[in-house]
């Protein structure tokens, strides 16, 4: 609530340094020493302190023994304004001692001189920085700096603040002052109070050189401050000029000198005598020292002050000569003190043996040039001639309570001298300084008072005058801090008895004549001052009256009655047209109602208030005056209301209705609403404290009935600005800020609040019609909406916002009945109805009233006050919902999202209240349409939106599905309704995986995964193309997040096959603008393009080049056209120009409930990323679920794994099973082409695994090693919009050990043929480190058993007998044998021509191992010397047998090419994780199996194997998912690296747990 106007204004609180010298470190200067301490005002160049003096020994230590540790003073009555001066703490320091420190024979050693030593200066400034809270008490040290120039030494504070180096030096480093220094707040008396240990014994009170703030009555102070300036003077003859020493006498009107009338400063005992300090040879002295005279106001006049000048000299007797003297009167004839300014005074020669015993002699003199002009004619043989070219000039400053240096102020308070004067002298009152009056104000009320007694009728109109200027004064906010001063002489000093009838009589006829003058300045002036015009009334009565015993009460009555009609009168005068009549009624309506407190001391409240209501009664409308007059109104009004008394219950009941009614004028017309809402708030607040019932009743009536409406209206019209100022940003309207927007909204929540039955009933019986019912009740219904839109309070008002949900389900509650009562059935009206279910569900959705967030303690608490105001909404809404009956299908489908918002609130009361809502709704769909498609569509739309926002849970899914499923049980169309109601339930589980993914830190994967998955359910579950396309884009965007450019592009290209080149218009979408179906289209060609480009995908984006090229081609738009075939072209050249990596493939299976549900029981082939693993990609599988268990087997999980609630993962590599097979057997296609085709589109992938079927053949293990191949079919080709896909089927065949061995040579054969031909054509260029190590791991592995391991185990006659039916094979796999020989002749031969020399020797030993390998092959094929003649004998020359073998044409390509499905997989390719090693291995890396290597394990076997064929990647590696730590190291688990880094040696492993599988 704000303060009560017409409260005594505060007392300003004044500051006090406290100052404590604590040591003076000095070594050189072996004298004592003055300290004067003073706070100087650098800004206006002036000390605005008295000086504290300490005087210390030449030791340092106080002179006086009793003052140790007593160094201390108070600066005091510092105001708030000085504490924001440039203020500085000066310290001078005097010394007393010889003329010249360190020449002793200047002068004698008797005579002590004070003499300017140095100076240190501290900034306030600096000081407050480093006090960190009031009374902390801190050390400083003020460094001492002498003057370099005595001259200058009056100024030497300033030039060290200035940092004017050059002027002032350091005579030491260790000369410095120690002092602390505290700051204190308060009056001198709570100071004494608060701190007894400073205010003390010994404490030197240091004031400012001026006035305090506030002179109270009662403070008496008389203290002149003069400052002796400067002198001139003549040489006298000297060769040298004079040691000039100033001494100061006060002497009294017989020549008598006052005793301690001198003060040096406080701290020190006063003195009769002062001398100044010696400035060494000058004479033109500068002094700039201040001397308190605290001379008693009896000695004042009549006192004056002699100078005496003398020179003092440096010989051995070391004189003082007295060559001139100098004096001034301190009061002027005419009675007024010396003013404050600067005197040039008069130098009168004189001499040792003059005497001034007769001060007559001299005082007849002039003293300065005003003096002089003054003076009669001065005889020249007086005993003092004036020196005319020497002057000496001082300054004085006057603080006293009881000396005036104003003469029209001496000449009212001496009045009664002057007699025939008194008119003149009271209109010259007005011409006095303010300084001076609120100085004098208790002697010059006084004197007014005293001069009214004397003669009324003469004076009365004058005093009265006065006393308005007076009281005017104090308004002016220089002087408002004395008013104070002005209560206090009212109720205690005050005595005109007979006053107020004069003052009544002055003030009506003011009153009266505001009607016909034209200037009315004098009267605006009175009624500014009408408060203390009153309040002397008032007081003048009650002494009158305690004087008389009542007397002439009635007629007092009757003068006050007269004086408040003319009051109205001045009012009720029409304005318009007269600004000064203006400005006379807003004076009034300002002071009005200062007045009352003072009416109540002599009136009833009930005959006040009735005086008050006539005068704002008297006030013309709103609509007749302008707005300034409007402000002055209001003002008036509301401090009306915060006055006294309004407070009394009396009074309010006759003056509400008038108050109100200007309110509710302003608010209509919707003009001052802030100051109107200030006064509505005071009127709340009053009435809440009230204390008896029956008058709040009565008053919120009458509040009800003329403000419910009306302030409904006002706060629509300032919403509706704010949210138009939040439109156009930047502009500000004064009443439309969020602070008239409170005060309105605490208003209405206030009258609300108060609101009981009877007071509802009344308002709504008091509606003439239906149409004004629904009025109000749309009203109230939107600003109840917007209050829980807008943020009207701030977030952390929690109570504030409780409060305000309390009340608005409160008055809900009452309004609903209406609601349903007068617009049900054949008067329904849906406006007013929706209305009424937005208010409902804004307000359960309120985040205040979501108490599940909220602490514990705090939740139980409001639990315990209000309840859970959410389920009390439910339940009114749900009451109001069944009412309706047939008319719920006007809110089909508009309801369905608001209500669905209420049901995923947390809570479960309102979840159970509102859930079945949605079963009424499909049955009335169902009944007017046969199906409820409209509810499905809706529901649909906006759980995806809900959901995604964060709202919903598990359970609220199983509560959705139980209710609803129980409800559609009963139904007719149940079939329909339950599979609608399983929907959307399973919708509801993958929007919460996908919001689940989505939000915190989950991987890349499962977000993808997620929105796949929900992605596929709108699509082909639930058919909404719309949330399909918004879920595409998502998806796009997490690709492009992760750089997943081929996967971003391929997500879009479902997006743009959805679009026709067409012209059909499109709607404004996500980003996309209003366009064409065509527009879209290219647009989203082209961005797809460059998404595949990116990716390096160019075989993607070709085909859409052309598709564009099309386009553009047929609409002749060859601009477009040229830039997408080149764009095409530069596809092309990419692909064969730059290096692409072949991605590993992974198999992962997520078995356990807990995987979310799109993961859960199910396998899914993973497209790793580049560079990336087996191991790798373990490690990323396992750190995006932490909480899985690694399977230490590749077998299926039974049923137990699969309904446990944990997390298990079974990854293995696999390998990729291309489409395009003919692409990779066709001969002269470029391998970085085939390479693309080999992990692109593919979608089927395998692994073997090796085992031993039957008995195992102990001497060649081949025979019995078998393969079980698993191939796996996804759901969609990789890449594809996702990097990985789930498994569709799984094919598992096994492989003979024959097959398998048909498989390998063929498979070598034709990598081997793949890697001569880029040799051949130059597409590898220089390094042939991999046709090294290529055809030394199958010459070497051929040469110590590997081949022959396939002679002994299938050209074996058993074997043969055994499998007669192998016939056809055994003939294929020495066909491939024999090519093998024939393509490594080729190898040699290319191997020859691009050997470097450094690898000669390699090459030897390759040829020495291929014969070796040919003759051991020999007996086997007769036919293999027709294939290499060349290379029949050993005796053959190395250079015949490579010349035998001529570069291979296509043709003998194809003569010794066999194709088979299986002959592709594994030709040439180089996969991202070991082209690298491809690079850097040497031929020496090549690991050799000898004959003695095959172990036991069908594994280790099938290691071997493929160790004799050894190819780059091997297609079939089965392999944990769980790395051992090297002190688990075995044959399957250490392969795990080898696998990957080694190009010629693929190692494939199974886990030992499948090892015994036959």
């Known amino acids: 609530m704000r303060p009560r106007h017409g409260e005594t204004c505060r007392m300003p609180v004044p500051h006090h340094f406290f100052l404590s010298l604590k040591s003076f470190t000095y070594n050189t200067i072996g004298e004592d020493t003055d300290v004067f301490f003073s706070l100087y005002d650098m800004r206006e160049g002036k000390q605005i302190s008295e000086r504290f003096l300490v005087r210390l020994n030449k030791n340092g230590g106080p002179r006086n023994p009793e003052k140790i540790e007593r160094m201390c003073a108070l600066f005091t009555d510092l105001s708030s304004k000085d504490m924001k001066r440039d203020l500085y703490i000066v310290a001078h320091v005097i010394r007393i001692g010889r003329m010249l420190l360190n020449d002793s024979k200047k002068g004698p050693a008797h005579l002590h001189y004070r003499r300017p030593y140095g100076c240190a200066v501290l900034s306030i400034l600096d000081v407050l920085q480093s006090l960190t809270e009031v009374k902390e008490e801190k050390d400083f040290v003020l460094k001492v700096y002498t003057c370099n120039n005595e001259s200058e030494w009056p100024q030497i504070h ?53 006035f ?99 020179h003092c000299s440096t010989k051995d007797k070391g004189e003082k000569k007295l060559f001139g003297f100098a004096f001034s009167p301190l009061m002027r004839d005419d009675g007024t003190t010396l003013s404050d300014d600067t005197h040039e005074l008069y130098v009168y020669k004189c001499d040792e043996n003059s005497t001034f015993n007769n001060h007559a002699l001299y005082l007849g003199l002039p003293c300065c040039k005003e003096d002089y002009n003054g003076c009669p004619s001065i005889p020249s043989s007086l005993i003092f001639q004036r020196s005319t070219k020497e002057s000496f000039s ?122 016909e003058l034209i200037r009315q300045d004098h009267i605006q002036e009175a009624m500014r001052a009408l408060e203390y015009l009153f309040k002397f009334i008032v007081q003048s ?69 009735e005086f008050v209501r006539g005068t704002l009664g008297s006030m013309p409308s709103t609509v007749h005056i302008g707005q300034s007059m409007d402000v002055v109104k209001l003002q008036s009004i509301a401090r009306t209301v915060d006055s006294r008394l309004f407070s009394f ?119 003439q019609s239906k149409d004004e019912l629904k009025e109000f009740l749309l009203k109230i219904f939107c600003v109840f909406r917007n209050l829980m839109k807008m943020s009207v309070f701030p977030r952390d008002w929690m109570v504030m916002r409780l409060l305000t949900s309390n009340i608005i389900v409160t008055t809900v509650q009452y309004l609903s009945s209406a609601l349903h009562k007068n617009f049900t059935e054949a008067d329904f009206d849906f406006k007013v109805w929706n209305s009424y279910f937005s208010l409902a569900v804004l307000f359960i959705n309120q985040p205040s009233l979501q108490l599940e967030v909220v602490p514990s303690a705090k939740r139980k608490k409001t639990l315990d006050k209000y309840g859970d105001m959410r389920v009390m909404m439910a339940y009114e809404l749900f009451s109001m919902w069944q009412n309706l009956g047939e008319h719920k299908i006007h809110f089909i489908p508009g309801m369905i999202g608001p209500f669905l918002g209420v049901t995923l609130v947390p809570q479960p009361e309102v979840r159970n209240i509102m859930i079945p809502i949605f079963h009424d709704m499909m ?146 979408f996500l980003h996309y603008p209003s366009q064409t179906e065509w527009q879209r289209k290219e647009g989203l060609c082209r961005k797809i393009i460059h998404y595949f480009n990116k990716g390096k995908s160019w075989e993607f984006g070709i085909p859409l080049c052309r598709e564009l090229a099309c386009q553009y081609e047929s609409l002749y738009d060859y601009q477009s056209l040229s830039w997408i075939r080149k764009t095409e072209a530069s596809y092309y050249d990419s692909i064969m120009e730059q290096q692409r990596l072949e991605p590993e493939f992974f198999r992962v299976g997520f078995y356990g409930r807990k995987f979310p549900f799109f993961l859960r029981n199910k396998e899914y082939v993973c497209r790793g990323q580049d560079y990336e693993r087996l191991e790798a990609f373990q490690q990323r599988m396992l750190s995006e679920f932490p909480q899985a268990v690694a399977m230490q087997h590749p077998n299926h999980p039974d049923d137990a794994i699969l309904q446990c609630d944990a997390q298990y993962l079974q990854i293995y590599a696999v390998t990729p099973v291309p489409d395009h097979v003919h692409v990779l057997q066709m001969d002269r296609v470029p391998d970085r082409v085939k390479s693309f085709y080999r992990v692109n589109n593919v979608r089927k992938f395998r692994y073997d695994r090796p085992f031993h079927k039957g008995p195992k053949d102990k001497e060649n293990e081949f025979k019995s090693l078998w393969i079980e191949r698993t191939t796996l079919t996804l759901t969609h080709s990789l890449p594809g919009i996702s990097r990985w896909f789930e498994v569709e089927r799984r094919e598992l065949v096994e492989v003979s050990p024959l097959e398998n061995a048909i498989q390998v040579v063929e498979n ?165 994780s070991s082209l690298s090693s491809h690079a850097s291995s040497e031929a020496g890396n090549v690991v050799m199996l000898g004959d003695g290597t095959v172990g036991e394990a069908p594994e280790e076997l099938y290691h071997h194997m493929q160790l004799a064929y050894p190819n780059p990647r091997y297609q079939g590696s089965v392999t944990n998912v769980s790395v051992l730590s090297s002190s688990q190291a075995s044959p399957s688990s250490s392969s795990l690296s080898s696998t990957h880094s080694a190009p010629c040696q693929m190692v494939t492993s199974a886990p030992s747990s499948a090892r015994g599988k036959d």
């Open 649 to 767: 219950s009396e009074s309010r009941r006759i003056l509400l209705p008038v108050v109100l009614h200007h309110i509710h004028l302003h608010l209509r017309q919707q003009k001052e609403l802030l100051i109107c809402s200030g006064i509505l708030g005071s009127i709340f607040s009053i009435v809440k404290t009230s204390s008896l019932e029956t008058d709040v009743l009565e008053e919120v009536e009458m509040m009800v009935e003329s403000l419910l409406d009306v302030l409904l209206q006002t706060l629509l019209t300032i919403m509706s600005k704010s949210h138009a100022q939040e439109a156009v940003r930047g502009q500000r309207c004064p009443q439309c800020t969020a602070e008239i927007t409170g005060e309105y909204v605490s208003c209405l929540l206030s009258l609300l609040r108060q609101m009981c039955d009877t007071h509802y009933q009344h308002l709504l019986e008091n509606f």
């Open 923 to 1068: 049955d009335w769909e169902q009944r007017k349409n046969g199906n409820f498609k409209q509810v499905e569509a809706e529901l649909i739309d906006k759980l995806d939106s809900m959901v995604s926002e964060g709202r919903g849970d598990e359970s609220y899914r199983e509560l959705f599905g139980l209710l609803l499923l129980e409800k559609v049980e009963q139904e007719t169309w149940r079939e329909t309704g339950i599979s609608f109601v399983t929907s959307v339930t399973r919708l509801m589980e993958r929007l919460l995986d996908y919001r689940d993914c989505m939000k915190g830190e989950e991987t890349e994967n499962k977000k993808v995964g997620c929105t796949v998955n929900l992605m596929n359910f709108y699509k082909s579950e639930v058919n909404k193309e719309e949330m399909y396309i918004r879920y595409i884009h998502k998806l796009c965007d997490m690709h492009l997040q992760a750089e997943n450019y081929t996967e971003a592009a391929l997500t879009l290209l479902l997006y743009c096959e959805l679009l026709q080149w067409g012209d059909r218009p499109l709607r404004e």
């Open 158 to 210: 300033e030039n060290i603040i200035r940092k004017s180096s050059a002027k002032y030096s350091a005579p030491s480093a260790s000369h410095g002052l120690i002092v602390s220094l505290q700051l204190l707040r308060g009056d001198m008396e709570q100071m004494r109070r608060e701190n007894p240990m400073i205010v003390s014994r010994g404490l030197a009170v240091t004031r400012k050189l001026g």
């Open 541 to 609: 009565r009650i002494l009158y009256s305690r004087a008389t015993c009542g007397m002439e009460e009635e007629q007092f009555r009757s003068s006050i009655q007269e004086l408040f009609q003319s009051i109205r009168f001045v009012l009720s005068l029409d304005s318009r047209n007269s600004e000064t009549l203006l400005f006379t009624q807003a004076a009034l309506l300002n002071s009005f109602p200062t007045i009352f407190d003072e009416l109540l001391q002599m009136f009833t409240v009930q005959e006040v208030a």
């Open 212 to 310: 305090p703030d506030v002179i109270m009555p009662g403070d008496i102070r008389n203290d002149l401050y003069l400052t002796l300036e400067k002198g001139d003077f003549e040489r006298g003859g000297k060769s040298v000029q004079k040691n000039i020493e100033v001494t100061m006498y006060v002497l009294y009107a017989d020549g008598e000198i006052l005793k301690d009338c001198i003060s040096l400063g406080s701290g020190e005992p006063n003195r009769s005598s002062y001398h100044s300090f010696v400035l060494y040879h000058s004479n033109s002295p500068r002094w700039g020292e201040v001397i308190k005279l605290p001379i008693p106001i009896d000695r004042f006049r009549g006192s004056h002050l002699r100078f005496e000048f003398r």
């Open 1308 to 1472: 070598k054969n034709q990598e081997l043929r793949a890697l001569i031909s880029q040799y051949q054509h130059k597409q590898v260029h220089g390094n042939i480190n991999l046709l090294s190590m290529c055809l030394n791991g199958v010459i070497d592995a051929a040469v110590n058993g590997g081949i022959a391991r396939y002679q002994e185990a299938f050209f074996d006659k058993d074997y043969i007998t055994k499998h007669p039916g192998d016939a056809e094979k055994i003939t294929q796999l020495k066909e491939l044998m024999q090519e093998q020989v024939h393509v490594l002749g080729v190898g040699l031969a290319v191997h020859e021509k691009f050997v470097h020399p450094e690898m000669r020797p390699l090459h030897k030993k390759l040829i020495d191992q291929f014969q070796m390998m040919r003759a051991s092959l020999h007996h086997e094929f007769p036919s293999l010397d027709k294939l290499s003649p060349a290379c029949s004998g050993t005796s053959t020359p190395r250079g015949n047998v490579l010349a035998s073998h001529s570069p291979m044409s296509p043709e003998s390509f194809k003569m010794t090419h066999r194709h088979s499905p299986m002959t592709l997989m594994g030709t040439g390719r180089h996969s991202s």
């Open 394 to 515: 001082i300054s004085t400053q006057l603080a006293s309570t009881k000396l005036t240096q104003n003469v029209d102020l001496l000449a009212l308070l001496k009045w009664k001298a002057f007699p025939d004067r008194i008119m003149d002298i009271l209109g010259r009152l007005r011409h006095v300084s303010g300084e001076e009056i609120v100085k004098f104000l208790q002697d010059i009320l006084d004197t007014l008072f005293v001069i009214l007694d004397d003669n009324t009728e003469k004076y009365g109109l004058l005093v009265f005058q006065s006393l308005v200027f007076i009281i005017n004064l104090l308004r002016d906010i220089k002087y408002f801090h004395f008013r104070p001063v002005m209560d206090t002489y009212i109720q205690k000093h005050f005595a005109g008895a007979l006053a107020y009838k004069e003052l009544v009589r002055c003030l009506k006829w003011y009153m009266d004549c505001s009607a």
